[in-house]
């Protein structure tokens, strides 16, 4: 749970540049790649990122933040899906940058229950991790580049 915004800005800062960093990896041609067929796909993971963090942001924690809408279909380019998510990543930073010590304290209605804008926060920077993670194994399935997001990669390490 955050208590401090600027604990959060500094977490989101370094977050988002990492989820757009496995983003930047991907490649038009193998965003359907996915574990096996019928899971979530390299190209779903990365919409439903962008898509969560601006509906989570928005509806939940009550920023004013660009989201998809719902039923908005998958883009079939990594540019398009990497330029949606920087917008919405940059617009969180830049709301959130107006919240008090005392807003991360508000309750509001979680998806479990009620919670506090400030936990809330902690599980948007969670779930980006949690799926982030599962695309840098569909990356590496896929035959492309891992980007080193929380430290050297399994080819960086065979190069030193």
């Known amino acids: 749970m955050y208590r401090v915004v600027e604990d959060f800005l500094q977490d989101w800062h370094e977050n988002a540049g990492g989820t757009l ?4 990896a991907m490649t038009n041609d193998k965003l359907d790649v996915s574990i096996v ?4 796909s390299l190209g779903w ?3 439903h990122l962008t898509s969560a ?8 924690i009550g920023l004013d933040v660009p ?23 940059n617009a969180i930073l830049k709301e959130a940058e107006k919240l008090t010590e005392e807003d991360l ?24 991790t949690h799926h982030r993670g599962q695309m840098t194994v569909l990356l590496r399935q896929a035959g492309l580049n891992v980007p080193p997001v929380e430290g050297p990669t399994k080819e960086m390490m065979g190069q030193r």
């Open 21 to 24: 960093s496995v983003f930047k």
């Open 53 to 60: 963090a601006g509906s989570i942001a928005k509806h939940v």
């Open 105 to 128: 304290l508000t309750e509001v209605q979680g998806f479990t229950g009620p919670t506090t804008k400030g936990k809330m926060l902690a599980k948007l920077i969670g779930h980006q």
């Open 37 to 40: 067929e019928g899971h979530n």
């Open 45 to 47: 993971l990365a919409w």
């Open 67 to 89: 989201c998809p809408k719902r039923d908005e279909p998958v883009p079939s380019s990594v540019v398009e899906i990497t330029h949606r998510y920087e917008i919405i990543a």
